[in-house]
């Protein structure tokens, strides 16, 4: 992909996310999975991760800050686990396939071949890394809006309450149904044994209520869990 293109792309991606910045390359590194870098073999093209560490910690005093302000009845160890529902691998994901951020990334053919774009860790880590990118370029009251704004249907979700064990909060509204199940199952496996992805499946009496995907398969099975507490609900 020639140089004009690309800038193209990521100043359509800039456009979507309502960030004006005027120097690319950063937001560019930030797009660049580790297996591009292998598979070009070079030393002169900066993957993503550095830029991962550094919007990691930015996210993490964004949200913590946001919640210390806006609730200062809570006490330390809820806002922790608040904060650590917030910033957690599926929830950063979401908000990247929210803004198509895995059609950005550039990837080795075989990480894209296996699924790579949609794959939750990698959008967590490109979506962290654009928030270093654009946090070196704006700063940190620049940076703010964004990051809010990415995650505010998690932070309303947190705000009633629907975090934590999702799979316990599910089991105890199928047990007030008599004679009801609940079983999980992987539906989907994708990548290499030391970055897997599961798709797993909350079955209520055999039927397929929701899915949700992981790193792991408690992961997942929290996140179908998690989306069947949200779109069913009562209706249980």
């Known amino acids: ?5 690309r800038e193209k792309e990521i100043k359509q991606l800039l456009s979507v996310i309502d960030i004006n910045i005027e120097d690319l390359d950063d937001i560019i590194s930030s797009l660049i999975h580790p297996s591009f870098i292998f598979e070009k073999d070079s030393k002169k093209i900066q993957h993503n991760q550095r830029l991962e560490f550094l919007g ?18 809570e006490k ?5 686990k608040m904060r ?6 599926g929830a950063l994901a979401e908000a990247a396939r929210e803004i198509q ?3 950005y990334i550039q990837m080795g053919k075989g990480e894209k071949l296996g699924g790579g774009e949609n794959r939750t860790s990698n959008l967590a880590d490109a979506w962290e890394a654009l928030v270093g990118a654009i946090y070196f370029q704006v700063g940190l009251d620049g940076v703010r809006d964004f990051i809010l704004r990415s995650l505010k249907k998690t932070i309303e979700d947190v ?44 079955f209520i009496n055999k039927e397929l209520v929701s899915t949700g995907r992981g790193k792991t398969k408690k992961e997942a099975e929290q996140g179908a869990a998690k989306a069947a507490l949200k779109n069913i609900g009562d209706k249980l």
Not at 1 to 5: E, P, R, T
Not at 57 to 66: K, N, R, T
């Open 101 to 103: 951020l895995g059609k």
């Open 76 to 80: 330390e160890g809820n806002l922790t």
């Open 159 to 202: 705000a009633e309450g629907n975090y934590g064990d999702f799979k316990t909060k599910l089991q105890e509204i199928v047990q007030r149904m008599p004679e009801s199940e609940i079983e999980y199952e992987i539906i989907e496996e994708n990548g290499p044994d030391h970055d897997k992805d599961f798709l797993s499946g909350v």
């Open 1 to 5: 992909m020639n140089n004009k293109k």
């Open 56 to 73: 990691d910690a930015v996210v993490g005093l964004v949200i913590a800050e946001y919640l210390y302000q806006t609730y200062p009845e």
């Open 84 to 89: 650590a529902a917030i910033v957690c691998e």
